[in-house]
């Protein structure tokens, strides 16, 4: 099966359910040599008039070097006979095994942003900005998801294509 592109203002999607409850693979660094980890936080927006995405990474994420190492990442959202995977993928480290291999996930490319092939759809991102979230500026409540004080790094990339299993 193939890919064809689309424009971000024509996704159809819920991105809550799409994010929150379906959840994506953050792909970064080369095609030969990349990392993916599962996420469920993030949003789509419009910001600088151009379509965007937020991502949120912890730093001790294996993810994280490759993102920070990239001028582009991907998101890769899928079927639900992926949960599986992708579960395996929010709980296994790929500093410490292959989970594409584990996961029967192969690696494709836009250009040289890796994504995942047996996705349904591909956000390709220009990451635009990042910066640490400050427990300074947090209410108690959102502290709470802070025990180990490991606060996410946000990235907000500029989608630049988006991809649709045909």
């Given at each position: ?61 294996y993810t994280f070097g490759f ?20 579960s395996y993928c929010g709980a ?75």
């Open positions: 099966m193939m890919f064809h592109e689309i424009a971000p203002k024509t996704l159809t999607e819920n991105v809550f359910s799409l994010i929150g409850d379906r959840w994506m693979l953050i792909t970064a660094g080369t095609p030969d040599h990349c990392n993916t980890m599962t996420a469920s936080w993030g949003g789509l927006g419009v910001l600088w008039r151009k379509p965007m995405v937020t991502i949120y990474v912890r730093p001790q994420r993102i920070e190492q990239s001028d582009e990442f991907t998101l890769s959202f899928f079927g639900p006979q992926w949960k599986k995977a992708l296994v480290s790929g500093r410490d095994e292959d989970k594409f291999a584990a996961c029967g996930f192969h690696v494709a490319a836009a250009g040289q942003a890796p994504y995942i092939q047996e996705a349904d759809l591909v956000l390709v991102c220009k990451k635009r900005y990042w910066n640490d979230l400050d427990p300074a500026h947090m209410d108690a409540e959102a502290l709470q998801e802070y025990k180990a004080k490991d606060y996410h790094r946000m990235y907000l990339g500029e989608i630049t294509q988006v991809l649709v299993r045909d």
